[in-house]
């Protein structure tokens, strides 16, 4: 078998070069071979990188290094003259409690703060004192509230929000001085301004001369106080009461309110009794001091000691003696209401009812109570026998099973609305109510209307039997818990991080919210302002420890390859605290009506890993009837809906097409004149001379 060699080389016309010649024209040769695999590789780059996949741009998760994926926060601050206010601090919170910037207002008072889309509530604050601290509050005077139940959300979508204005007031004081019955002065007392919403206002210490100051903003208060400076000999857990003997109640629906508008608030002065003792017959009430007797005893008969008596208004609280018996006097002729119960864990609260069984009903409003009424004598027999209480018990841990301590429980019914309870150390609570049925609101530190940012970092919602973790952020899906003449015990409530969500093992088993342990876990990712963003959902193949998982929506990102199309870009940067391996899906919804044809609908991943990174096209499916578009990756950065174009736009492809042709013509005119050489010379042939060149 002959092998195809070159032994001469030839012109154009197919005469042997000189030898000179040839070797200049192999050394042409060898310098086009390096150049022609350069133009191969180029021909190849080009055909399957379009180039404006070769731009680099990453996208950035913070506003201070992209300004241009968030948005702006505008407003003044003034005082109540209108006049602009400078070095006010103001910040944008989110509902989970994070600042996403704060900032001093200028000399002319006003602002401008950087944020992703989401919702904040907007504090402010004057570092000098001069002015009340408190928030934004659309609808009301200046749209400033001190009470931070009342700050008004500012959502924040695809454009900066302008016009939020706060007019902050000049701080106010309310004064007076605390002495004990004998007219000593009291130090120590702890005094604090309440807002209606049940939140502190202002607080503050009496003096060595009993006077004291409480700094607030213009408002409505009531003056609660407790002797915490001199080992509880007076009484404590009061308020003021204008025109109650010595300005002092316990009976919290006696409180006098305390307005402060455009001025100071002087002598709300109070003289506090001894603990243990009635206060003194009002003055104004008629000749006459008597007593109210009774007896409470446990249904089976036995006396009850150590059970607090609250007669009210008047007579203060008493405690049942070791036989079981109580006297409060001495009392002016009037009509009162005798509660019963306390703090006591194992017995129910109440009042005094007559016709009920035992004398006694689990009303707390004093609605269905029976009056007691004095007039010319004691009253004796009023006597109650006193149920046991009935209890919610549970726990509340952690997504990893792990006990939390302080979280607030409260038991709320239309007619029940006491103070929550804080979980015990090891997470567990048990919370002592009348029969009924309840909604369990966890997390919460207001009612049911207003409730409060989660507190300790977790979310805040209620009890919702077969939801995720047995919790809920809906307060509308709450499960009522109905409670009898028994203990409902086994309320177990795994709770969320703030602002992750709930999801459910594909086997159907409820896990505790967030990005949980286990296989094919699902999970919508959390937006800034805290909530659950609907467009999108992440599947994570194998999730080993827990974690959240959010997500920013961004208004621009990386140009998108030439041949797509992005229509209203909403770039997606998906990111997770969890530890996870495996594949990753992202389903993102997209826009029909700028996506007519689903088949062209693509979901394109930015791959900063590649080197530049780009674009890459992740599609798996295209859920028409939902408007949802899926695609699997093995990391998470960017992701955007694309539309692919119906033709190649020829920028990238054209180029890549044309040298891909001149390679081709190379290539076939070299190994044409390889075939006409092996023709015409075959390896030791000699070359003869024309007949008509030989010599004579």
């Known amino acids: 078998m002959k092998s195809l060699v070159f032994v001469g080389t030839y012109s154009r016309d197919g005469l042997p070069l000189p030898v000179s010649e040839e070797r200049r024209a192999k050394r042409r040769s060898r310098r086009l071979i390096p150049k022609l695999a350069a133009l191969v590789a180029a021909g190849a780059l080009a055909l399957s990188l379009p180039a404006a996949a070769l731009a680099c741009c990453g996208l950035p998760s913070v506003c201070k290094d992209t300004p241009d994926k968030c948005f702006h926060i505008n407003g003044t601050v003034t005082g109540p003259d209108g006049a602009g206010l400078a070095n006010i601090g103001v910040g944008a919170v989110d509902l989970t409690g994070v600042y996403w910037d704060s900032v001093n207002t200028g000399g002319n008072g006003d602002f401008s703060m950087a944020v992703p889309p989401g919702t904040y509530t907007i504090p402010v604050g004057d570092p000098a004192s001069t002015y009340a601290s408190g928030c934004y509050a659309s609808g009301v005077g200046g749209s400033f509230t001190n009470d931070p139940g009342g700050c008004t959300a500012v959502t924040v979508t695809k454009a900066n929000v302008d016009g939020i204005d706060v007019a902050m007031p000049l701080y106010r004081r309310i004064s007076g001085i605390v002495t004990g019955r004998d007219g000593t002065p009291l130090a120590g007392v702890g005094l604090i301004a309440v807002l209606p919403s049940g939140r502190k206002g202002g607080t503050g210490l009496s003096g060595s001369d009993g006077r004291y100051s409480l700094k607030v903003?213009?408002?409505?208060?009531?003056?609660?106080?407790?002797?915490?400076?001199?080992?509880?000999?007076?009484?404590?857990?009061?308020?003021?009461?204008a025109g109650a003997p010595g300005n002092f109640t316990r009976d919290q629906n006696a409180c006098t309110q305390v307005t402060v508008s455009a001025s100071d608030v002087t002598g709300i002065d109070m003289t506090l009794p001894v603990a243990g003792t009635p206060p003194p017959t009002g003055s104004p009430a008629p000749t006459g001091a008597f007593h109210i007797n009774g007896k409470v005893t446990g249904p089976d008969g036995a006396p009850l000691a150590a059970i607090l008596i609250l007669v009210k208004p008047l007579g203060g609280e008493i405690n049942t003696a070791s036989d079981g018996t109580w006297s409060a006097g001495p009392l002016p002729p009037g009509s009162y209401i005798v509660y019963v119960g306390g703090?006591?864990?194992?017995?129910?609260?109440?009042?005094?009812?007559?016709?009920?069984?035992?004398?006694?009903?689990?009303?707390?409003?004093?609605?269905?109570?029976?009056?007691?009424?004095?007039?010319?004598?004691?009253?004796?027999?009023?006597d109650v026998v006193l149920p046991r209480a009935v209890h919610i018990d549970g726990t509340v841990s952690g997504q990893d099973g792990t006990p939390l301590a302080l979280i607030p429980i409260r038991a709320q019914s239309d007619t029940y609305n006491p103070a929550p309870i804080g979980t015990s150390a090891t997470g567990t609570f048990s919370v002592k109510v009348p029969p009924g049925t309840y909604t369990l609101?966890?997390?919460?530190?207001?009612?049911?209307?207003?409730?409060?940012?989660?507190?300790?970092?977790?979310?805040?919602?209620?009890?919702?039997?077969?939801?995720?973790g047995n919790f809920t952020t809906?307060?509308?899906?709450?499960?009522?818990?109905?409670?009898?003449?028994?203990?409902?015990?086994?309320?177990?409530?795994?709770?969320?991080?703030?602002?992750?969500?709930?999801?459910?093992?594909?086997?159907?088993?409820?896990?505790?919210?967030?990005?949980?342990?286990?296989?094919?876990?699902?999970?919508?990712?959390?937006?800034?302002?805290?909530?659950?963003?609907?467009?999108?959902?992440?599947?994570?193949?194998?999730?080993?420890?827990?974690?959240?998982?959010?997500?920013?929506?961004?208004?621009?990102?990386?140009?998108?390859?030439?041949?797509?199309?992005?229509?209203?870009?909403?770039?997606?940067?998906?990111?997770?605290?969890?530890?996870?391996?495996g594949a990753i899906t992202v389903c993102v919804r997209y826009d029909p009506g700028a996506n007519p044809d689903s088949s062209l609908v693509r979901l394109l991943h930015w791959d900063s890993a590649d080197e530049p990174p780009q674009w890459k096209d992740v599609t798996t499916s295209v859920d028409e009837a939902n408007s949802r578009v899926c695609g699997t990756t093995t990391s998470l950065s960017p992701f955007v809906v694309a539309r692919r174009l119906s033709a190649p736009t020829p920028s990238g492809f054209m180029v890549g097409l044309i040298i891909a042709i001149v390679i081709v013509i190379v290539v076939v005119v070299a190994a044409w004149l390889l075939i006409r050489r092996r023709k015409s010379t075959q390896p030791g042939d000699s070359i003869s001379e024309p007949e008509g060149n030989r010599p004579l």
Request: net charge negative; charged share 10%; glycine share 14%.
């Open 217 to 241: 903003a213009p408002g409505t208060y009531v003056i609660n106080f407790g002797d915490y400076g001199s080992g509880s000999t007076y009484a404590d857990g009061g308020c003021y009461g």
């Open 343 to 382: 703090p006591e864990p194992t017995y129910a609260d109440g009042c005094y009812a007559t016709g009920s069984p035992g004398n006694f009903s689990y009303d707390t409003s004093g609605a269905t109570c029976t009056p007691v009424v004095v007039t010319t004598a004691d009253v004796n027999g009023i």
């Open 441 to 468: 609101d966890v997390n919460q530190t207001a009612g049911k209307s207003a409730p409060s940012t989660a507190v300790a970092g977790y979310a805040y919602g209620c009890y919702a039997s077969g939801s995720p």
């Open 474 to 581: 809906d307060l509308n899906a709450c499960t009522p818990v109905t409670v009898t003449t028994a203990d409902v015990t086994g309320i177990a409530i795994a709770l969320p991080l703030a602002g992750s969500t709930a999801t459910v093992s594909p086997s159907g088993s409820v896990v505790a919210g967030g990005t949980v342990t286990g296989t094919d876990v699902t999970v919508s990712p959390v937006d800034p302002g805290g909530g659950p963003n609907p467009d999108v959902s992440v599947t994570f193949a194998t999730v080993s420890a827990p974690g959240t998982t959010s997500v920013v929506a961004w208004s621009g990102g990386p140009a998108a390859p030439s041949d797509f199309a992005v229509d209203g870009p909403m770039y997606y940067e998906i990111s997770t605290t969890a530890t996870h391996t």
